[in-house]
């Protein structure tokens, strides 16, 4: 096997080829700022376990009466987002930078506005990785990112799974970046990294949240895998067997949707699967097949937003489900995807039984739903609903699920499937 640093390589290559972008445009959007601006995730402050964690409603409702709620008892606002946050002793360094961009100023001290910050306190900029100043454009991104569109108070958020920001992104197909938001036994978070210290400082023209930490708009799908190899080692590994860069490079996407399995979903196919899947011409066939039924392109399918197709808005209401069928690139066959709100939390499961064990993910270019099972086209000669994915899968099961969807070109090796 390559070693972590090269997998990582592999990912980026593939997270940077997803759009088909020329070389010195990649070398332009500078591989060191990423790796500066992801340091403290690699150093593990980035609490992706409990994110995987299934964590019990009764402890989150503990972390829930921890959060102070309730405003009611406040005084009426009198001055602006950016007025506050200037005055405020605390918050002086997102005031300075963000006073260097008249627009962005105008959008928090406009009266008419409605939106919330997520101010990162002083303290924030103490945790930057950077051993340089960062770019312009890099700030400018951030502080765009840090401002949602819409009014969330604490008790909207632990209702709210995503939201959208002022940070529009290109690979996206112009849509506004979100901002993950979660309820976990620490407290109120924004992208697994940033608390919730201070909520709830209103304004004439929102809301303020104060976090301890600078939120980073996010970098590419390839690359967030790579840095969790504790988790998707498996998944790196097939890109690489398969040689999936090769692939992806020549697929246009505006935005996307990937259901990535974790290691334990990969190991939950058996022994044998994989060995085959791994370690055999033919299955490396199969496990290509495999990978392309993982991604959707052209659709973002957050657990309470969609970009790139028409159709029924979600709205996050408890008791609410929706339905999606979603074209892979395996052949475009489909994948379908069933939300399902209950009081403040979400689940999604993949082909009505492959669960969603982490959700919303957002990348750059599009967002990671996180599944614990690898997805499989159903059955061709029964429909699937009875089947039990809890038993490892045989290998001739694998090859009657996907033998149909093989690609003439991926078919260069001695055999038959
Ligand atoms: C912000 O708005 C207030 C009142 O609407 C105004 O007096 C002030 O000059 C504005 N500040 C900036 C920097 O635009
Ligand atoms: C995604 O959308 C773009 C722009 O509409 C299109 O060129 C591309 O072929 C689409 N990709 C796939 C895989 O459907
Ligand atoms: C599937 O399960 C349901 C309920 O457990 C049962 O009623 C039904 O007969 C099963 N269908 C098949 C095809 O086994």
Known sequence: MKSLLNLSFLALALAASVRAIQPDELAQRGSDVVEDVLAPIKDGAFNFDDALEDTPVDRLTESLDAIN??????????????????????????????SQHDDLVEILNNTEGRNTLFVPA???????????????????????????????????????????????????????????????????????????????????????????RVAFPPTMVGRELSLLPNHFSTLLLAYEKTDFVKFIH????????????TNQAFAKLGPRANAFLFNSDKGKVILKALLKYQIVANVTLY??????????????????????????????????????????FVKIKVNGQTPVVARDVVAKNGVIQVVGRVPLPPHKHHDGENESEDEEISVDDLVERLSDYIDEEDLRYDGEL
């Open 250 to 261: 020549g697929v246009k996407m505006e935005g996307s949707t990937v259901f990535a399995p």
């Open 69 to 98: 709620l309730l405003d009611d008892d406040h005084p009426e606002p009198t001055l602006t987002i950016y007025q506050l946050i200037s005055e405020h002793p605390h918050t002086t360094k997102f005031a300075y930078h963000l």
């Open 122 to 212: 002083d303290e924030a900029f103490d945790h930057l990785p950077f051993k340089e100043h960062p770019p312009e454009e890099w700030i400018r991104s951030a502080l765009e990112y840090h401002i949602a569109t819409h009014v969330y108070t604490a008790h909207d958020l632990i209702r709210t799974n995503t939201m959208p920001t002022v940070l529009k992104e290109e690979w996206l197909g112009g849509k506004p970046q979100r901002l993950r938001a979660s309820l976990t036994l620490g407290g109120l978070h924004i992208n697994f990294l940033s608390k919730v210290i201070v909520p709830n400082t209103r304004a004439t023209n929102g809301i303020i949240h104060t976090i301890n």
């Open 303 to 344: 657990s309470d937003a969609r970009y790139g197709s028409t159709g029924e808005v979600p709205i996050p209401e408890s008791g609410k489900h929706y339905h999606y069928d979603l074209k892979t690139l395996l052949q475009e066959k489909h994948v379908s995807v069933d939300v399902n709100y209950f009081g403040p």
